[in-house]
Every structure is written in structure tokens, then in C-alpha cells.
């Protein structure tokens, strides 16, 4: 079994930055990929990140480009999203997600690809 616990989250003026943490302990970790995913309240989860842990890969949400970067300590077994020039939309649980088995990286996206979630870290931002 893998756990994943998020920190990091807070409430932040517009423009600010946050870094993210995941750190996932559990059985000896070896994940394919781990991902950043959020939710707005009455909004559906939508992906944000997605890094590739052989290789240090990454994709990212269109809508967040530039702003966001997801980065990992592979010795902590932890994953990082540094988000920067925060904007009130930013507003959301923020979640981190691992999957254990290869998939097409181009579906990083889909959240039924990752087998582990975390509770969520809150980010809020104030305009």
C-alpha cells in the first residue's frame, strides 16, 4: 500500500507563489508517473501535472503553462508543484496521485490511470 500526503497549501494574494509537496511512503515506491490534479468547489477534478519517474518527463494542463512546474526529490520519494503568479481561478484542492504501472504517457491526464490519491491540500487565493 502507498500513502501520498500533500502540504503545502494555504491562502495567498493574487500574484503570490506556492510550492506543493507529496511525499508518498508506503511499500518500496517505484512509481511510473506521479500527477498534480485539482477541484474547484462545484467544478469537476481536471489535471494539472503529470512527471514521469524514470526519465524526469512532464506534461502539463494548457490552461496552466508556464505558471505551474512539477519537479520531484527522488530520494524523499517526494513530487513538487511550484506554482507561481497565482490568480484567483487557482483556487482549489490540489491533489497529488501516483500510478504504478506503465501507461501512455499522453494519457496522463486521465486520472484512472493512477492507482494511489491523497486527502487534498487547499489552495485559496485572494484577489
Known amino acids: 500500500q502507498v500513502q501520498l500526503v500533500e502540504s503545502g497549501g494555504g491562502l495567498v494574494q493574487a500574484g503570490g507563489s506556492l510550492r506543493l509537496s507529496c511525499a508518498a511512503s508506503?511499500?518500496?515506491?517505484?512509481?511510473?508517473?506521479m500527477g498534480w490534479f485539482r477541484q474547484a468547489p462545484g467544478k469537476e477534478r481536471d489535471f494539472v501535472a503529470a512527471f514521469r519517474w524514470s526519465d524526469g518527463g512532464t506534461r502539463y494542463a494548457d490552461s496552466i503553462k508556464g505558471r505551474f512546474t512539477i519537479s520531484r526529490d527522488g530520494a524523499k520519494n517526494t513530487v513538487y508543484l511550484q506554482i507561481d503568479a497565482l490568480k484567483p481561478e487557482d483556487t482549489a484542492a490540489y491533489y497529488c496521485?501516483?500510478?504504478?504501472?506503465?501507461?501512455?504517457?499522453?494519457?496522463?491526464?486521465?486520472?484512472?490511470?493512477?492507482?494511489?490519491w491523497g486527502q487534498g491540500t487547499q489552495v485559496t487565493v485572494s484577489s
Open positions: 508506503g511499500r518500496p515506491f517505484k512509481a511510473y508517473a
Open positions: 496521485a501516483a500510478a504504478m504501472t506503465p501507461f501512455a504517457f499522453g494519457r496522463s491526464a486521465n486520472d484512472d490511470e493512477y492507482d494511489y
